[in-house]
């Protein structure tokens, strides 16, 4: 398993801690009609980039990558059909 460089974590850190910041002041706000499936968009990015990284989902077999992708697509379409 390859572990990412310094700089690589120092800027998957900055971009998840970008987003979290940009859904808190789109929720703040409520700036946007659509905010439930931007949010809902923006925690699916977080989690799909952090299965990817952090827990080696990168290296993993195929149908591993593919049941992790789709419970993160299950658990954000549930979520986002309360909202309806």
Do not use: D, N
Not at 1 to 16: K, R, V
Not at 48 to 55: F, G, H, I, P
Request: charged letters at 10%; a positive charge.
């Amino acid at each position: 398993m390859t572990y990412p460089t310094s700089l690589a974590q120092t800027g998957l850190w900055l971009l998840l801690s970008g987003l979290t910041l940009l859904a808190a002041w789109l929720a703040e706000g409520g700036r946007l009609p659509h905010l439930a499936l931007i949010a809902l968009g923006l925690a699916w990015l977080k989690g799909v980039l952090l299965a990817e990284r952090y827990m080696g989902l990168r290296e993993a077999p195929c149908w591993l990558r593919a049941l992790v992708q789709g419970w993160l697509a299950l658990v954000s379409a549930a979520l986002l059909l309360s909202f309806i």
